[in-house]
């Protein structure tokens, strides 16, 4: 491979435009425009880079010249199709050390291969070849260029890609890195807060005032858990029930900022685009999936051996300060305010009054008759009692047990 790249129109564009792109699909879409409109007669084009994410270990972006629409494939860590044909993939032999491949597509082959090279040849392709994208860290990215011109790349189209190398991994190498902040964000803030701290947000102080249902969970008897269960157990118990809140919650539009131990704080924004009801329609139905979800994740546990698990949830309405709170080089963003508080303190009372959900007027007069009233009930710290509502077979339940 050529260990230095020469200034050309080609490097000079990828620098240029490279920078600006929002996506790697993206820049690779607009990468191959250009080379084809210099003439280079590009067939297809496969981009993969592992990146820093909880699910996947990497993402294969493929341009092909027929108008097929370019695709972004995720490898996920747990497998499936994609993880399987990745072990296939003649970019892997890239990211475990090879430099480059060439693969003459016109001469038959000598034996098996690899699926991509086959379907390649069975459509026509002439010329494959396969290189390394080095990083400033000393990682590498991976990249494919097929042709089906008569005889393959010529020699100086060949240079030309691999003299892209060096400025390719250039703009990747910043491409990746804005994705694994947005990942990083998302998956430690929450969608919502990654999104105002990318946007600027990142002083204490920086908040704005805004309307919203607020969901607070609790896990059952968590004290109880945690002192008699294996930290191998307990791990695996708020995984499952959080999975079940987190997937229920983000499926329905909402935004989980706080796990508290075996607590769990999400909010449904209220706006033009979300008005109330349908807020709360949202953050009832996620509840209800959640506990759906956890019912099936017990019976699993149950065939293991394991003790079931259930939670209590409250849901409330009212204005919440959201952004930044605390140390000058320590910050936390998340809602803060007197109807959070009541919101955690209203799911203390489920246990007590045996209910999985309670919510306020606030949370269930939008909704109709969906949520039954069960009467005042005293709310630590407030000097008033609170009117709760509860699901009608829960409340129903409850009064037939006295």
């Known amino acids: 491979m050529l260990k230095d790249w020469r200034q050309t129109p080609t490097t000079r564009w990828v620098l240029a435009e490279g920078p600006r792109a929002t996506s790697h699909l993206q820049f690779l879409v607009e990468l191959c425009g250009w080379l084809c409109r210099r003439g280079l007669p590009l067939y297809q084009v496969n981009q993969y880079t592992p990146t820093l994410h909880p699910l996947m270990q990497g993402v294969e972006c493929v341009w092909h010249r027929s108008g097929r629409a370019p695709e972004e494939i995720q490898l996920h860590w747990r497998g499936g199709e994609d993880?399987?044909?990745?072990?296939?993939?003649?970019?892997?032999?890239?990211?475990?050390?090879?430099?480059?491949?060439?693969?003459?597509?016109?001469?038959?082959?000598?034996?098996?291969?690899?699926?991509?090279?086959?379907?390649?040849?069975?459509?026509?392709?002439?010329?494959?070849?396969?290189?390394?994208?080095?990083?400033?860290?000393?990682?590498r990215n991976a990249i494919s260029w097929a042709t089906d011109a008569q005889g393959g790349f010529t020699l100086a189209a060949r240079n030309e890609l691999r003299n892209l190398a060096g400025p390719l991994g250039l703009v990747l190498d910043l491409l990746e890195a804005r994705r694994t902040a947005r990942t990083l964000l998302d998956t430690y803030l929450g969608r919502g807060p990654g999104r105002e701290v990318l946007?600027?947000?990142?002083?204490?102080?920086?908040?704005?005032?805004?309307?919203?249902?607020?969901?607070?969970?609790?896990?059952?008897?968590?004290?109880?858990?945690?002192?008699?269960?294996?930290?191998?157990?307990?791990?695996?118990a708020l995984d499952c029930y959080y999975q079940a809140l987190v997937d229920a919650i983000t499926v329905a539009g909402g935004e989980v900022l706080k796990f508290m131990g075996d607590g769990l704080l999400a909010v449904f924004p209220i706006g033009q685009a979300q008005p109330l009801a349908r807020s709360c329609q949202h953050a009832l139905a996620a509840t209800l999936a959640a506990r759906n979800a956890l019912a099936a994740a017990n019976q699993a546990r149950a065939a293991a051996g394991n003790e079931p698990l259930d939670f209590g949830v409250a849901l409330h309405v009212g204005p919440v300060i959201y952004g930044n709170i605390g140390g000058e080089r320590r910050l936390d963003f998340t809602v803060i305010g007197p109807a959070v508080n009541l919101v955690?303190?209203?799911?203390?009372?489920?246990?007590?009054?045996?209910?999985?959900?309670?919510?306020?007027?606030?949370?269930?007069?939008?909704?109709?008759?969906?949520?039954?009233?069960?009467?005042?009930?005293?709310?630590?710290?407030?000097?008033?009692?609170?009117?709760?509502?509860?699901?009608?077979?829960?409340?129903?339940?409850?009064?037939?047990?006295?």
């Not at 082959?109 to 400033?136: D, F, H, N």
């Not at 059952?220 to 858990?225: E, G, L, S, V, Y």
């Not at 799911?347 to 919510?359: D, F, I, S, T, V």
Request: aromatic fraction near 4%.
């Open 199 to 236: 946007s600027g947000a990142i002083r204490r102080g920086d908040r704005r005032e805004l309307e919203a249902v607020i969901l607070f969970a609790d896990l059952r008897d968590f004290t109880a858990k945690a002192a008699s269960w294996s930290i191998e157990d307990l791990l695996a």
């Open 344 to 402: 955690s303190r209203i799911e203390g009372l489920c246990k007590g009054l045996r209910q999985p959900l309670l919510a306020t007027a606030a949370f269930a007069r939008p909704l109709g008759d969906e949520l039954v009233a069960i009467g005042e009930h005293k709310v630590r710290g407030l000097a008033l009692p609170v009117e709760l509502f509860g699901l009608p077979e829960a409340v129903a339940s409850a009064r037939r047990s006295g």
């Open 83 to 139: 993880l399987r044909a990745w072990q296939a993939n003649p970019l892997r032999r890239i990211m475990l050390g090879t430099d480059e491949l060439r693969v003459d597509l016109a001469a038959p082959a000598a034996g098996p291969t690899e699926p991509i090279l086959s379907r390649l040849r069975a459509e026509g392709a002439s010329e494959y070849l396969v290189m390394a994208v080095p990083l400033a860290d000393g990682r």
